[in-house]
């Protein structure tokens, strides 16, 4: 039941947007780190290729050291990047959860026999 296309995504989607949100915050605490080279988080595309082929259980997480120029000290946090990205991963993160909740409100529905 909890294996469909659309379950398996969500799922997904949340485990990649958590691990987003834990490098973003790793580079928030680094921002003053000599030689410190910002995490990025990318799994979209692959997400959406493995969508295509039916399959979102195979796509892969990737997690790089940004090639970003570096300041005087070796860094190259921009705290500015970091905040857009906390924002934007726990509005995407929020949006998920309410479509696991959706999900699982249409699911309760339908086993008390009501009209979903």
């Known amino acids: 039941m909890f294996d469909d296309l659309s379950s398996v995504t969500m799922k997904v989607t949340l485990d990649s947007l958590s691990k987003r949100s834990r490098v973003t915050a790793d580079n928030i605490a680094n921002v003053n780190t ?50 857009l990205t906390a924002w934007d991963t726990g509005l995407r993160y929020s949006l998920m959860l309410r479509g696991v909740d959706d999900k699982f409100g249409l699911l309760s529905t339908v086993i008390k026999g009501g009209v979903a």
């Not at 892969?60 to 946090?77: C, I, K």
């Open 34 to 83: 000599p030689h410190f080279l910002a995490g990025r988080v990318s799994f979209e595309d692959a997400l959406a290729d493995a969508i295509t082929n039916g399959d979102p259980t195979e796509p892969s997480v990737h997690m790089a050291r940004s090639l970003e120029p570096t300041r005087e000290d070796g860094n190259n946090v921009n705290l500015d990047h970091e905040t």
